[in-house]
């Protein structure tokens, strides 16, 4: 089918036609997913999913272009987003222009970044240099420390107001999206009315103009504790270790490979061998 484009995700809101967003961290993984949904997020999620740090703080730049490259290579027809990781849109929008722009370079449509007042000078100086930028609030896992763990955000009437402000002003700085992560339901179907750009929920109730997940979290490929927004649709670990375990016992066992499983050498030459 065609290339997802930001036109077209402006018109699905208008159109209520859900938009449909995973993660993909390496080549199979943006294959599998590329023909099923919308867009396709290298997330820095990749740390904790893949990596296996506790958080998505240690996640540089080095290490998402080389997992964006691998994504690109494959040539998406979902609209391809590259997720910002923590201090590569901080310290000064010279940098952020350079570390953004760099993901453009390596084939992603757009950005994604955390955070709403404080990061809006940044937005702007992307999208002046043309760069896409979606947004990201509620609970956003690289401000880890600061909300003591990974808690539901905007539960008080303060924080409610404070996120439906930032929302407005990630719109009016240039956002083509934004992701609501982790925040009640009525939160966040309020976010997705009062805004003219889709919002991508997570966590964050059925009143989105999408959903995200992480591709890992869907197919069960994830250990440990599982957050309640998550639906695993397979036992993919369970699925992938069988496959595995019956493979290692055929070995053990000395039927696999079979003949069919082998390469045979020439009648002529087979006596050769043998003596
Ligand atoms: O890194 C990630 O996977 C994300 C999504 C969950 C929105 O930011
Ligand atoms: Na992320």
């Keep these: 089918s065609a290339r997802v484009t930001i036109p077209l995700l402006q018109q699905w809101k208008e159109e209520r036609r859900r938009i449909t967003m995973t993660t993909a961290y390496d080549a199979v993984t943006a294959r599998i997913a590329d023909s099923i949904v919308d867009i396709l997020l290298v997330g820095d999620s990749v740390g904790n999913v893949c990596l296996g740090y506790d958080n998505t703080l240690p996640v540089s730049m080095p290490m998402m272009n080389y997992h964006l490259e691998a994504v690109a290579r494959t040539r998406p027809r979902a609209l391809l987003v590259a997720d910002m990781p923590f201090l590569s849109?901080?310290?000064?929008?010279?940098?952020?222009?350079?570390?953004?722009?760099?993901?453009?370079?390596?084939?992603?449509d757009a950005v994604k970044l955390e955070g709403g007042a404080k990061r809006i000078d940044m937005i702007r100086a992307l999208v002046q240099c043309e760069i896409p930028v979606m947004g990201h609030l509620g609970?956003?896992?690289?401000?880890?420390?600061?909300?003591?763990?990974?808690?539901?955000?905007?539960?008080?009437?303060?924080?409610?107001?404070?996120?439906?402000?930032?929302?407005?002003?990630?719109?009016?700085?240039?956002?083509?999206?934004?992701?609501?992560?982790?925040?009640?339901?009525?939160?966040?179907?309020?976010?997705?009315?009062?805004?003219?750009?889709?919002?991508?929920?997570?966590?964050?109730?059925?009143?989105?103009?999408?959903?995200?997940?992480?591709f890992h979290d869907v197919v069960g490929l994830t250990e440990g504790h599982r957050p309640k927004f998550v639906r695993p649709y397979s036992n993919g670990f369970?699925?992938?270790?069988?496959?595995?375990?019956?493979?290692?016992?055929?070995?053990?066992?000395?039927?696999?490979?079979?003949?069919?499983?082998?390469?045979?050498?020439?009648?002529?030459?087979a006596e050769v061998v043998a003596n």
């Excluded at 066992?253 to 020439?266: I, K, M, N």
Aim: charged share 20%; aromatic share 6%; hydrophobic share 40%.
């Design 89 to 108: 849109f901080h310290v000064s929008p010279q940098e952020t222009i350079r570390n953004a722009g760099g993901f453009l370079q390596r084939g992603a």
């Design 139 to 214: 609970l956003t896992p690289q401000s880890v420390n600061v909300m003591g763990g990974f808690r539901v955000q905007g539960r008080t009437s303060e924080a409610a107001l404070q996120l439906l402000e930032d929302a407005h002003r990630l719109e009016q700085a240039g956002c083509f999206a934004l992701v609501l992560e982790g925040i009640p339901a009525e939160l966040a179907a309020r976010v997705t009315e009062i805004l003219k750009i889709p919002t991508i929920g997570i966590g964050a109730g059925a009143k989105c103009s999408g959903q995200v997940l992480v």
């Design 238 to 269: 369970q699925v992938l270790q069988d496959a595995l375990a019956s493979w290692a016992t055929d070995v053990r066992e000395g039927t696999f490979p079979d003949a069919q499983e082998s390469y045979r050498l020439p009648e002529s030459l």
